[in-house]
């Protein structure tokens, strides 16, 4: 039975306005990958065979059914697309039924509602069991490549004679290979859940435990070192450790180690190789690596710009050393290379270690280089950064010799003793000094070296003198006693004043020992003399701790009593707290007559010497010369409350006659200077004693 | 003595994949209960995101209809997630087509629906590699560097923040491209709605995905295209780049700006 549908010639017109409509109602609620026009017509399409479709029982079902399975297909899925599609598609089949067959309208639009749930039901399983499968696949494409990774692990951790092990974060050995236990001579399956660093030689333990932690914390990058594992027969196994990071997904962080036996021939000869060019603590190149590569460079570098020498040393490195220990000293030394390398990462440069705590950084100049007061600074600025060692903050500063745009034709042996020569008059400014290579210095410099370097020959060898110089009584210009100066007569050079031989002494560590033997002949002859003598003492001697035994036992020795040695020591150590303040004091209480040398009489030092058993203050040039009136009567003033409070006043440097005068009418009690005898042998005194 | 207690990223069902959520707000079923639970999270906090899924479909098939349009024929889909419907080798039925996802499983379902097509491939790598992704044999076997490619990159940037300098990486991109080439970015923005986009980056956040979102202003989305020339209208809402029809835009004037899209091309070529 077929019912006559309306054939005017309105119909096309509608069908079209119904797809119309249909496309902009559905394309505002689900996505389809079709463009407007394109929409409208493939629309148009099922509008037309749902149109036939109302005009044919044979048909109604069927095409109901394949038109809601196509608007699946156009990935209409959801429940909004076929609610909007039922209410447009039922209205506008109604609308253009009339009093047609509106029962078939009906039967179609259920069938377009069927087939689409039936065709979103299959497209939703077919599409389920696709993602399974893709999921399948990505995983077995994984467990694939972690097979052929692990079987490969596999065959490398059981083949090779490198030891390799796993350790978590603590440190504890969750994974060991044959070669590491052969390695320490124990099975791998007991070395499983031991601790890394109870394997590892007791002086290393430190530095390997703050390498490791680097790395637990976050450290990226591997770390090689030499290190020792204690063996189960109680022998050394020398190894070079890498430690290297293996972060993980899930579960903690953990660190592989890798134990490469450093008896091994070739590791050796690697190592030797390396380590004749290299400074095994820091991995830094060495001198010798860092003079070749300064002659090249001296060569090659752009002329106009040249090259920039280096050369550091690490202010108060032994005291770090001596306080926190050599492992902290060693951390230090390795964590001042790599900040240097990294002070000058961006030049074309090198840095390399060239002794205990001595670095050096070469720089081959380009355009973009910083100048050497920007680099100095840059290097004590990333210093001076504080870091952690064994619990401690500790930061470091340098001293600095730089030797600028060198002639090309320089030797680089030349270079770098000059650099050195500089550093060393750097140093002589005190801590985070840095200074510029200057040539005539150096030559003033070197002639000083050589000379300090043969100072401990000639005083062997006897050409070194004692000589005394006479201390006067101003009030009736007798001699009352010697002051023992050194001497030295160089064969080639002359005579080396007292001055520049206790320089000389201090460059080269002789202060103690010349200086002991200064005051045990000075006691000696004094006990001859039966008269005081008066010593000299420098910073560093006054501070030594043996200073008091050393004085107790050259009095003993010699029989002098201990009020007729005078020691002299300078105003800045003995009126501050220092060492040298305590050792004085024991003395003077012990009765040795101690004074306080360039005393300025400032009103900070006025209150310390009155604090201090001092027997007398001494003072030099330029307090020595006759001063102004006002400035006199002042001194005059604080003269007298220095000898009120029972301390005797001395004057070296007296030139004048006049000078003299003025100092005896304020009360100086000894004086000695050029006015007076020079300084002679012994027996000058004894003369006019 | 094996070590298999981890799965990668990607493959651990018990993780939402970004993919997979994409697909399931565009009405897809090639998704776990883990993602539809992330969408369902998402659809509370923004309720129009498949509405916003919508319109950058949309976007991305007038993009590369346009492009084609210009006589472009090969694409480089970064970030193509499931391909479930529109995609570009059927958008664009005569062009090269090479779809890139870091997402294995994504990867995988790519490859099971293009096997038998040999214009279209897919290559699984980050987006942050460009000399991996360019270098890939199946990148260098299907496109021609010395010919215009179009580089896709749609809801992707916006997993990568600043960190990753991502302006430095389109850039290694660019330099490898010939003139004429073709940058093509969709990106979520807090310029509006900003607490619920908010909300929405903390969303993610909690679901434990590997990829969470960092949203950029108007300037910092255009300054991606460094080096390229935007395409007229420039950058704008996605709703708003060369509309055509109720498809391309959202009832809510806020969703048709939530997320920026433009168009570039790299200066020097000739366009027909």
Same mark, same amino acid.
């Given at each position: 039975?077929?019912?006559?549908?309306?054939?005017?010639?309105?119909?096309?017109?509608?069908?079209?306005?119904?797809?119309?409509?249909?496309?902009?109602?559905?394309?505002?609620?689900?996505?389809?990958?079709?463009?407007?026009?394109?929409?409208?017509?493939?629309?148009?399409?099922?509008?037309?065979?749902?149109?036939?479709?109302?005009?044919?029982?044979?048909?109604?079902?069927?095409?109901?059914?394949?038109?809601?399975?196509?608007?699946?297909?156009?990935?209409?899925?959801?429940?909004?697309?076929?609610?909007?599609?039922?209410?447009?598609?039922?209205?506008?089949?109604?609308?253009?039924?009339?009093?047609?067959?509106?029962?078939?309208?009906?039967?179609?639009?259920?069938?377009?509602?069927?087939?689409?749930?039936?065709?979103?039901?299959?497209?939703?399983?077919?599409?389920?069991?696709?993602?399974?499968?893709?999921?399948?696949?990505?995983?077995?494409?994984?467990?694939?490549?972690?097979?052929?990774?692990?079987?490969?692990?596999?065959?490398?951790?059981?083949?090779?004679?490198?030891?390799?092990?796993?350790?978590?974060?603590?440190?504890?050995?969750?994974?060991?290979?044959?070669?590491?236990?052969?390695?320490?001579?124990?099975?791998?399956?007991?070395?499983?859940?031991?601790?890394?660093?109870?394997?590892?030689?007791?002086?290393?333990?430190?530095?390997?435990?703050?390498?490791?932690?680097?790395?637990?914390?976050?450290?990226?990058?591997?770390?090689?070192?030499?290190?020792?594992?204690?063996?189960?027969?109680?022998?050394?196994?020398?190894?070079?450790?890498?430690?290297?990071?293996?972060?993980?997904?899930?579960?903690?962080?953990?660190?592989?180690?890798?134990?490469?036996?450093?008896?091994?021939?070739?590791?050796?000869?690697?190592?030797?190789?390396?380590?004749?060019?290299?400074?095994?603590?820091?991995?830094?190149?060495?001198?010798?690596?860092?003079?070749?590569?300064?002659?090249?460079?001296?060569?090659?570098?752009?002329?106009?710009?040249?090259?920039?020498?280096?050369?550091?040393?690490?202010?108060?490195?032994?005291?770090?050393?001596?306080?926190?220990?050599?492992?902290?000293?060693?951390?230090?030394?390795?964590?001042?290379?790599?900040?240097?390398?990294?002070?000058?990462?961006?030049?074309?440069?090198?840095?390399?270690?060239?002794?205990?705590?001595?670095?050096?950084?070469?720089?081959?100049?380009?355009?973009?280089?910083?100048?050497?007061?920007?680099?100095?600074?840059?290097?004590?600025?990333?210093?001076?950064?504080?870091?952690?060692?064994?619990?401690?903050?500790?930061?470091?500063?340098?001293?600095?010799?730089?030797?600028?745009?060198?002639?090309?034709?320089?030797?680089?042996?030349?270079?770098?003793?000059?650099?050195?020569?500089?550093?060393?008059?750097?140093?002589?400014?005190?801590?985070?000094?840095?200074?510029?290579?200057?040539?005539?210095?150096?030559?003033?410099?070197?002639?000083?070296?050589?000379?300090?370097?043969?100072?401990?020959?000639?005083?062997?060898?006897?050409?070194?003198?004692?000589?005394?110089?006479?201390?006067?009584?101003?009030?009736?210009?007798?001699?009352?006693?010697?002051?023992?100066?050194?001497?030295?007569?160089?064969?080639?050079?002359?005579?080396?004043?007292?001055?520049?031989?206790?320089?000389?002494?201090?460059?080269?560590?002789?202060?103690?020992?010349?200086?002991?033997?200064?005051?045990?002949?000075?006691?000696?002859?004094?006990?001859?003399?039966?008269?005081?003598?008066?010593?000299?003492?420098?910073?560093?001697?006054?501070?030594?701790?043996?200073?008091?035994?050393?004085?107790?036992?050259?009095?003993?020795?010699?029989?002098?009593?201990?009020?007729?040695?005078?020691?002299?020591?300078?105003?800045?150590?003995?009126?501050?707290?220092?060492?040298?303040?305590?050792?004085?004091?024991?003395?003077?209480?012990?009765?040795?007559?101690?004074?306080?040398?360039?005393?300025?009489?400032?009103?900070?030092?006025?209150?310390?010497?009155?604090?201090?058993?001092?027997?007398?203050?001494?003072?030099?040039?330029?307090?020595?010369?006759?001063?102004?009136?006002?400035?006199?009567?002042?001194?005059?003033?604080?003269?007298?409350?220095?000898?009120?409070?029972?301390?005797?006043?001395?004057?070296?440097?007296?030139?004048?006659?006049?000078?003299?005068?003025?100092?005896?009418?304020?009360?100086?009690?000894?004086?000695?200077?050029?006015?007076?005898?020079?300084?002679?042998?012994?027996?000058?005194?004894?003369?006019?004693? | 003595?094996?070590?298999?207690?981890?799965?990668?990223?990607?493959?651990?069902?018990?993780?939402?994949?970004?993919?997979?959520?994409?697909?399931?707000?565009?009405?897809?079923?090639?998704?776990?209960?883990?993602?539809?639970?992330?969408?369902?999270?998402?659809?509370?906090?923004?309720?129009?995101?498949?509405?916003?899924?919508?319109?950058?479909?949309?976007?991305?098939?007038?993009?590369?209809?346009?492009?084609?349009?210009?006589?472009?024929?090969?694409?480089?889909?970064?970030?193509?997630?499931?391909?479930?419907?529109?995609?570009?080798?059927?958008? %664009?039925?005569?062009?090269?087509?090479?779809?890139?996802?870091?997402?294995?499983?994504?990867?995988?379902?790519?490859?099971?629906?293009?096997?038998?097509?040999?214009?279209?491939?897919?290559?699984?790598?980050?987006?942050?590699?460009?000399?991996?992704?360019?270098?890939?044999?199946?990148?260098?076997?299907?496109?021609?560097?010395?010919?215009?490619?179009?580089?896709?990159?749609?809801?992707?940037?916006?997993?990568?923040?600043?960190?990753?300098?991502?302006?430095?990486?389109?850039?290694?991109?660019?330099?490898?491209?010939?003139?004429?080439?073709?940058?093509?970015?969709?990106?979520?923005?807090?310029?509006?709605?900003?607490?619920?986009?908010?909300?929405?980056?903390?969303?993610?956040?909690?679901?434990?995905?590997?990829?969470?979102?960092?949203?950029? %202003?108007?300037?910092?989305?255009?300054?991606?295209?460094?080096?390229?020339?935007?395409?007229?209208?420039?950058?704008?809402?996605?709703?708003?780049?060369?509309?055509?029809?109720?498809?391309?835009?959202?009832?809510?004037?806020?969703?048709?700006?939530?997320?920026?899209?433009?168009?570039?091309?790299?200066?020097?070529?000739?366009?027909?």
């Amino acid at each position: 039975m077929t019912a006559a549908l309306p054939q005017d010639a309105d119909g096309p017109r509608a069908r079209a306005k119904l797809a119309k409509k249909w496309a902009y109602l559905l394309s505002a609620r689900t996505f389809i990958p079709l463009s407007t026009p394109e929409l409208e017509r493939h629309l148009l399409g099922l509008v037309e065979r749902l149109w036939v479709a109302v005009g044919s029982d044979a048909l109604a079902q069927k095409v109901g059914h394949e038109v809601g399975g196509a608007l699946v297909d156009l990935n209409c899925t959801g429940p909004e697309g076929l609610q909007c599609s039922v209410e447009v598609v039922a209205r506008g089949l109604l609308g253009m039924a009339g009093d047609g067959p509106r029962d078939r309208v009906v039967d179609v639009v259920a069938a377009l509602a069927a087939g689409f749930v039936q065709r979103v039901k299959a497209t939703t399983l077919e599409q389920q069991e696709q993602l399974g499968r893709s999921l399948y696949r990505a995983m077995r494409q994984v467990q694939l490549e972690l097979q052929v990774s692990q079987s490969r692990y596999d065959v490398l951790e059981n083949g090779t004679s490198t030891g390799i092990a796993t350790a978590d974060v603590s440190g504890e050995l969750v994974r060991v290979n044959g070669a590491l236990g052969r390695i320490v001579d124990r099975p791998p399956a007991e070395l499983t859940g031991t601790s890394l660093f109870d394997l590892v030689h007791e002086d290393e333990r430190e530095l390997l435990r703050a390498d490791f932690a680097d790395l637990a914390a976050g450290g990226t990058t591997s770390i090689t070192q030499p290190n020792r594992l204690l063996r189960a027969d109680g022998e050394l196994a020398w190894v070079a450790l890498t430690l290297s990071p293996l972060r993980r997904h899930e579960g903690g962080n953990q660190v592989v180690v890798l134990a490469e036996d450093a008896t091994d021939v070739n590791l050796l000869q690697g190592q030797l190789n390396h380590q004749s060019l290299h400074d095994v603590l820091t991995r830094l190149p060495n001198r010798q690596y860092f003079t070749s590569r300064l002659e090249q460079a001296l060569r090659d570098a752009d002329p106009a710009l040249g090259v920039t020498v280096y050369h550091l040393d690490l202010d108060g490195f032994s005291l770090l050393t001596g306080g926190l220990g050599r492992p902290a000293g060693d951390h230090l030394l390795k964590v001042v290379g790599q900040r240097l390398e990294q002070v000058v990462a961006g030049e074309d440069a090198m840095v390399a270690r060239f002794g205990f705590d001595e670095f050096a950084v070469l720089v081959r100049n380009s355009p973009a280089t910083p100048d050497v007061v920007t680099m100095v600074r840059r290097i004590n600025d990333k210093l001076s950064e504080p870091f952690d060692v064994r619990g401690h903050r500790v930061a470091c500063s340098a001293t600095i010799g730089v030797v600028h745009r060198p002639p090309r034709d320089a030797s680089p042996h030349d270079l770098l003793d000059s650099a050195a020569l500089t550093l060393r008059r750097a140093k002589g400014n005190g801590r985070r000094q840095w200074e510029l290579a200057d040539p005539a210095q150096d030559t003033r410099d070197r002639r000083m070296f050589s000379l300090a370097a043969t100072m401990a020959g000639a005083w062997e060898s006897g050409e070194l003198a004692v000589l005394y110089e006479p201390l006067v009584l101003l009030s009736d210009g007798q001699v009352v006693g010697g002051e023992a100066l050194l001497r030295w007569d160089h064969p080639r050079l002359g005579v080396v004043p007292h001055e520049q031989c206790l320089a000389l002494a201090e460059d080269t560590g002789l202060t103690v020992p010349l200086g002991t033997w200064l005051l045990r002949a000075a006691c000696a002859q004094a006990a001859e003399w039966s008269a005081p003598v008066r010593v000299s003492l420098t910073a560093r001697q006054a501070g030594d701790p043996d200073l008091v035994g050393e004085v107790r036992s050259a009095l003993a020795d010699t029989g002098l009593p201990p009020g007729s040695l005078w020691l002299g020591a300078p105003a800045e150590v003995v009126l501050a707290d220092t060492d040298a303040a305590d050792n004085l004091r024991i003395l003077a209480e012990a009765g040795v007559g101690v004074e306080v040398d360039g005393f300025t009489a400032a009103p900070a030092d006025l209150v310390a010497v009155a604090n201090f058993p001092a027997r007398a203050v001494r003072v030099h040039r330029p307090l020595t010369d006759q001063p102004a009136p006002l400035v006199a009567r002042a001194l005059a003033e604080l003269l007298a409350v220095v000898r009120s409070a029972g301390i005797a006043v001395s004057v070296a440097d007296v030139s004048t006659s006049a000078q003299a005068e003025w100092w005896r009418e304020v009360g100086a009690e000894t004086a000695s200077g050029p006015l007076f005898a020079p300084a002679g042998p012994p027996e000058a005194i004894a003369d006019q004693l | 003595m094996t070590d298999l207690d981890w799965v990668p990223d990607g493959i651990d069902i018990n993780v939402p994949s970004v993919a997979r959520t994409y697909d399931y707000l565009l009405g897809g079923a090639h998704n776990l209960a883990v993602d539809r639970r992330m969408g369902d999270e998402m659809l509370k906090v923004l309720p129009g995101a498949r509405r916003l899924v919508r319109i950058n479909r949309a976007f991305l098939r007038r993009a590369v209809t346009h492009l084609v349009a210009e006589g472009v024929d090969q694409f480089l889909d970064i970030g193509s997630g499931i391909p479930t419907v529109g995609n570009v080798h059927e958008i %664009a039925p005569d062009a090269k087509v090479v779809y890139v996802d870091k997402d294995p499983v994504a990867v995988a379902h790519s490859r099971l629906i293009l096997s038998g097509c040999d214009r279209a491939t897919v290559v699984q790598a980050d987006m942050r590699e460009p000399e991996d992704v360019l270098s890939r044999p199946e990148v260098v076997g299907l496109l021609d560097f010395d010919r215009p490619i179009a580089v896709l990159m749609l809801l992707v940037l916006h997993f990568s923040p600043d960190s990753e300098d991502p302006v430095g990486y389109l850039a290694r991109y660019r330099d490898r491209l010939a003139p004429g080439s073709a940058l093509v970015i969709s990106h979520a923005t807090a310029d509006r709605r900003v607490d619920t986009m908010r909300e929405a980056a903390a969303t993610v956040r909690r679901s434990n995905s590997q990829d969470n979102l960092v949203y950029r %202003a108007h300037a910092e989305v255009t300054e991606l295209f460094t080096g390229f020339d935007l395409v007229e209208p420039g950058v704008v809402g996605v709703a708003l780049w060369r509309p055509d029809g109720m498809g391309d835009i959202s009832d809510d004037p806020d969703d048709n700006s939530q997320v920026y899209v433009g168009v570039g091309r790299k200066p020097g070529g000739g366009s027909r």
